[in-house]
Each structure stands twice: as structure tokens, then as C-alpha cells.
């Protein structure tokens, strides 16, 4: 798969895999995404149980995979165009990698990837989403910096004693 030329797609929150009409909305998401440009979806094993109980009419350019070993996922994270997610660690690597994130969250434990990184939640706002994905499609995309993580600030405050 070229760089840049798919979205990568998580789900595995209970708020986005345990209702049905929620899921079901996202996996339309999702399949509107995919008419543009391909989205890779690893699937993981709970929302793997729920899409089997909605079924799905998705199309051929989305594309389920099974779950992936870290390192290979991560390689697909830094060559993808943009990220939609529900996890939050997501959320940090790809701003470090500078690649565009959709947070499909209405809140997150990483404030600094949206304030300073490359992050933005869109809550349940599907249609702001696809806004979104536009603005990154035609390269508007804020570029992010990468925000000082915890373990980084303990570090630079122990120095500054």
C-alpha cells in the first residue's frame, strides 16, 4: 500500500463497539472513507464479535485484518494519510509520528495531543468527521509538535534540580 494513500481505523471502546447503532454508524463512516481512499482495519477480537451480531455491506477498499503484532501496526500508522481511533495510546503515537488522528471520543486522557499535536476529538460528531478527512486530504492539516510526554517532564524537572 503506497505511503500516505490510506486511513487506518481502531475501534474497542464500549461506547463505540457495544451499541450497535453507534458501531454500525462508524463501520458507514468508515465505508464513505474508503470510496476516497482505502481503510485498513484491524479488528480487534470484541468489536470482532459485535460486527459478526450487526453484520456489514462494507466495502472491498475497507479491509479487515486480524489484530497485528505492534511493530507492524506501527508501520502502518506512520505511512497512513490519517488514524481514526478510539484508543488513547493511539493518540500519542501518532502525534509523535506526525501523522493526522481523528479521536472518535467525546473526551481523552491526552489533552496535549489535541492542544499541541496532531489529535482532534470529533466526539460523536460523524459529520464533522468527514469534514475532517477532507481538510486532510487537501493537506490542511495542523502539523503538531511533539508535546513533552510524562516520563519526559520527570526526566527534564529531575535535570532542573
Same mark, same amino acid.
Given at each position: 500500500?503506497d505511503e500516505?494513500?490510506?486511513?487506518? =481505523?481502531?475501534?474497542?471502546? #464500549?461506547?463505540?463497539?457495544d ?7 462508524? %463501520?458507514?463512516? /468508515?465505508?464513505r472513507? /474508503? ?6 482495519? #484491524?479488528?480487534? *477480537?470484541? !468489536?470482532l ?6 453484520g ?7 479491509? +479487515?485484518?486480524? *489484530?497485528? #503484532?505492534?511493530?507492524? +501496526?506501527?508501520?502502518?500508522m /506512520?505511512?497512513?494519510?490519517? %488514524? ?9 503515537e501518532?502525534? /509523535? ?6 479521536? =472518535?471520543?467525546?473526551? !481523552?486522557?491526552?489533552p ?9 476529538? %470529533? ?17 490542511e492539516?495542523?502539523?503538531g %509538535?511533539? #508535546?513533552v510526554?510524562?516520563?519526559?517532564r ?8
Amino acid at each position: 500500500m503506497d505511503e500516505g494513500g490510506y486511513t487506518l =481505523l481502531t475501534l474497542h471502546r #464500549p461506547s463505540n463497539v457495544d451499541n450497535e447503532v453507534r458501531l454500525d454508524e462508524l %463501520v458507514g463512516l /468508515a465505508s464513505r472513507i /474508503a470510496d476516497r481512499m482505502p481503510v485498513i482495519f #484491524p479488528v480487534h *477480537p470484541r !468489536t470482532l464479535e459485535r460486527l459478526a451480531k450487526i453484520g456489514t455491506n462494507a466495502p472491498k477498499s475497507l479491509i +479487515f485484518l486480524e *489484530p497485528l #503484532p505492534y511493530i507492524a +501496526f506501527v508501520g502502518l500508522m /506512520a505511512r497512513a494519510k490519517l %488514524v481514526l481511533t478510539d484508543s488513547g495510546g493511539i493518540q500519542e503515537e501518532t502525534t /509523535a509520528l506526525h501523522v493526522p488522528c481523528l479521536t =472518535l471520543r467525546m473526551n !481523552t486522557e491526552r489533552p496535549s495531543t489535541v492542544e499541541l499535536g496532531t489529535n482532534e476529538l %470529533v466526539g460523536e460528531d460523524l459529520v464533522l468527521a468527514e469534514r475532517l478527512v477532507d481538510r486532510i486530504e487537501r493537506g490542511e492539516w495542523k502539523k503538531g %509538535v511533539i #508535546p513533552v510526554m510524562g516520563w519526559l517532564r520527570v526526566r527534564a524537572c529531575r535535570r532542573c534540580d
